[in-house]
């Protein structure tokens, strides 16, 4: 199974520029208001905050994910989509096969979705563990990736 959340995350720049926008126009009208007899404007204040907090939400949650799990190998990779053309930042990369997947489990809090597996290393006592920013994974990928991942596990504890 592969897929990837590329057509969700494309809206991401043009918000964030919309905030980005918004959190300068504010400033701007905060200091052309300061000349008022008021010596500061604190009505500025929340929207500038509420933006700035959008801001960089979208910022740390703004993340493409791809899923391969054809052939002998899974394969996960996250990448930051902002200036993901010019360079790879934030860029995360997973490829293991399937015999060493151990564990792995979905957090799904309000406004975050995260990822973790969890694979059996040879070289250290224990597991590795990989986070993956998975929010912007629609529902039915997320089932599928679910799924996936289980029919994995059965395979490896059938081996065993």
Same mark, same amino acid.
């Given at each position: 199974?592969?897929?990837?959340?590329?057509?969700?995350?494309?809206?991401?720049?043009?918000? /964030?520029? $919309? &905030? &980005?926008?918004?959190?300068?126009?504010?400033?701007?009208?905060? *200091?052309?208001?300061?000349?008022?007899?008021?010596?500061?404007?604190?009505?500025?204040?929340?929207?500038?905050?509420?933006? !700035? !907090?959008?801001?960089? /939400?979208?910022?740390?949650?703004?993340?493409?994910? #791809?899923?391969?799990?054809?052939?002998?190998? $899974?394969?996960?990779?996250?990448?930051?989509?902002?200036?993901?053309?010019?360079?790879?930042?934030? #860029?995360?990369?997973?490829? *293991?096969?399937?015999?060493? !997947?151990?564990?792995?489990? &979905? #957090?799904?809090?309000?406004?975050?979705?995260?990822?973790?597996?969890?694979?059996?290393?040879?070289?250290?006592?224990?597991?590795?563990? /990989?986070?993956?920013?998975?929010?912007?994974?629609?529902?039915?990928?997320?089932?599928?990736?679910?799924?996936?991942?289980?029919? &994995?596990?059965?395979?490896?504890?059938?081996?065993?």
């Amino acid at each position: 199974m592969k897929f990837n959340n590329r057509k969700e995350t494309s809206i991401i720049p043009s918000i /964030y520029i $919309i &905030v &980005v926008a918004v959190f300068i126009t504010n400033a701007f009208a905060s *200091v052309e208001l300061k000349y008022d007899d008021v010596p500061f404007n604190y009505s500025s204040l929340i929207p500038n905050g509420i933006a !700035l !907090l959008i801001g960089i /939400y979208i910022f740390i949650v703004g993340k493409t994910f #791809e899923f391969d799990s054809d052939g002998e190998t $899974i394969n996960f990779k996250s990448n930051g989509v902002l200036v993901s053309q010019f360079m790879h930042y934030r #860029e995360q990369r997973t490829e *293991v096969p399937k015999s060493k !997947l151990k564990d792995f489990k &979905v #957090e799904n809090y309000f406004l975050y979705k995260r990822l973790h597996i969890f694979i059996h290393s040879r070289n250290s006592r224990g597991y590795r563990h /990989y986070k993956y920013n998975i929010t912007f994974l629609t529902g039915k990928k997320t089932k599928s990736l679910k799924m996936s991942l289980a029919k &994995v596990m059965e395979r490896n504890k059938a081996r065993v």
